[in-house]
T-cell receptor, first 113, second 115 residues
């Protein structure tokens, strides 16, 4: 599985934007970039995914570098409820590829009131 | 909004006993998964299940583990003879399809404590 690198922790203030980086320098052309998060004492939760273009949804935005070797998850206005561990995960789209999610240690986001 | 449910929320058992963890995936989903998370560690994949058979399993998923979809709605994980190191949160997940652009929906987890 292609490897991702994320900072262990980040801190933000409530109602400010948060940019969570992820490096994936060995990404292949068929890898989708997924982000999940895990709130305290809960199961992981899907946030967003993309392939090449930037993506927006109701939860967040995903900015993907032109060479696809890095991406940034953007929370536009952090709330206390966004305090969680955020995981950047590559998923291979080639036929017969694995369906599993491979979680790393992720980035623990602390949101200060 | 549809969600994955898991029961029980907490299971305590003695070492060597059998446990069955239960999950009800989202009703129109076709792919089912079990993951586990030992306290303070990463979420680890155990097994994926599609069309009534295992499609992929990890090294953790040895002969002590089995999965079943007994009645078209429940999806179960059985641990035949529990060990202390099986203590963990076990998460069930489901997805509409198995492709890499489909999101997996996770349940709230079952905390298994083996004494």
């Amino acid at each position: 599985d292609a490897k991702t690198t994320q900072p262990n922790s980040m801190e933000s203030n409530e109602e400010e934007p948060v940019h969570l980086p992820c490096n994936h320098s060995t990404i292949s052309g068929t890898d989708y970039i997924h982000w999940y998060r895990q709130l305290p004492s809960q199961g992981p939760e899907y946030v967003i995914h993309g392939l090449t273009s930037n993506v927006n949804n109701r939860m967040a935005s995903l900015a993907i570098a032109e060479d696809r070797k890095s991406s940034t998850l953007i929370l536009h206005r952090a709330t206390l409820r966004d305090a969680a561990v955020y995981y950047c995960i590559l998923r291979d789209n080639k036929k017969g590829g694995s369906e599993k999610l491979v979680f790393g240690k992720g980035t623990k986001l602390t949101v200060n009131p | 909004e549809p969600e994955v449910t898991q029961t029980p929320s907490h299971q305590v058992t003695q070492m060597g006993q059998e446990v069955i963890l239960r999950c009800v995936p989202i009703s129109n989903h076709l792919y089912f998964y079990w993951y586990r998370q030992i306290l303070g560690q990463k979420v680890e994949f155990l097994v994926s299940f599609y069309n009534n058979e295992i499609s992929e399993k990890s090294e953790i998923f040895d002969d002590q583990f089995s999965v079943e979809r007994p009645d078209g709605s429940n999806f179960t994980l059985k641990i035949r003879s529990t060990k202390l190191e099986d203590s963990a949160m076990y998460f069930c997940a489901s997805s509409l399809a198995g492709s890499s652009y489909n999101e997996q929906f996770f349940g709230p987890g079952t905390r298994l404590t083996v004494l």
